[in-house]
């Protein structure tokens, strides 16, 4: 079946060291997201891509980067990890292909601390 | 930039009773899309319904349903005979077509289906 991971699950860093999450989907799907949720503020958007070699910068992406080099993967990449940074992360993805509208699908998250 | 605020960050309810969670939301838009997602206790983000904003007939899914009031720019849940599993936190989430495929998340309410 085909589905969508992270990894790690769960990942304890320092500050100022890098760290990169991992995202892979096996949909075939053009976009994919990376949200961050923190308590009391739902889930922001990280950064996100509509397909190969296109990313973007959504509400919060200060900090984080990201590259799409295939149609499976989105990692995203704290630079310089910051206490702030500690959070739940998500990934998403949608086909692509109807427009606006497409349901997004998401991963199981990664649970990041950084101490 | 859109906004969507839950009003209610916790509520209970009886098991087989029903409950219904409020969604306002702010756009200046015609056409977009309001969704409802549902977050266990594992974490995992599961579409529980989806509503395109030129439908004016309310979607359902199973004991799933919701009360769409463009004027009102109101999006609630109503969940029927509620069942242990429905415990989790629910999460109303807006896509315009000016964002692209983007989703801008409330901040959840937090449901308990009491025994």
């Known amino acids: 079946d085909a589905e969508i991971t992270q990894s790690p699950r769960h990942k304890i860093t320092e500050t100022g060291r890098q760290v990169t999450l991992a995202c892979h989907q096996t949909?075939?799907?053009?976009?994919m997201f990376w949200y961050r949720q923190d308590l009391g503020h739902g889930l922001r958007l990280i950064h996100y891509?509509?397909?190969?070699?296109?990313?973007n910068k959504g509400e919060v992406s200060d900090g984080y980067s990201v590259s799409r080099s295939n149609t499976e993967d989105l990692p995203l990449t704290l630079e310089s990890a910051a206490s702030s940074q500690t959070s739940v992360y998500f990934c998403?993805?949608?086909?692509?292909?109807?427009?606006?509208?497409?349901?997004?699908?998401f991963g199981p998250g990664t649970r990041l601390l950084v101490l | 930039a859109q906004t969507v605020t839950q009003s209610q960050p916790e509520m209970s309810v009886q098991e087989a009773e029903t409950v219904t969670l409020s969604c306002t939301y702010d756009?200046?838009?015609?056409?977009?899309?309001l969704f409802w997602y549902k977050q266990p206790p594992s974490r995992q983000m599961i579409l529980v319904i989806r509503?395109?904003?030129?439908?004016?007939q309310n979607a359902t899914e199973n004991r799933f349903s919701v009360n769409f009031q463009k004027a009102a720019k109101s999006f609630s849940l109503k969940i029927s005979d509620s069942q242990l599993g429905d415990t989790a936190m629910y999460f109303c989430?807006?896509?315009?077509?000016?964002?692209?495929?983007?989703?801008?998340f409330g901040g959840g309410t937090r449901v308990l289906v009491k025994p």
């Open positions: 989430a807006f896509m315009g077509q000016a964002a692209g495929n983007k989703l801008t």
């Open positions: 949909w075939n799907h053009n976009n």
């Open positions: 756009t200046s838009e015609n056409n977009y899309y």
């Open positions: 998403a993805s949608s086909e692509g292909l109807a427009g606006v509208g497409e349901t997004q699908y």
């Open positions: 891509s509509y397909g190969v070699h296109d990313t």
């Open positions: 509503q395109e904003a030129y439908k004016q």
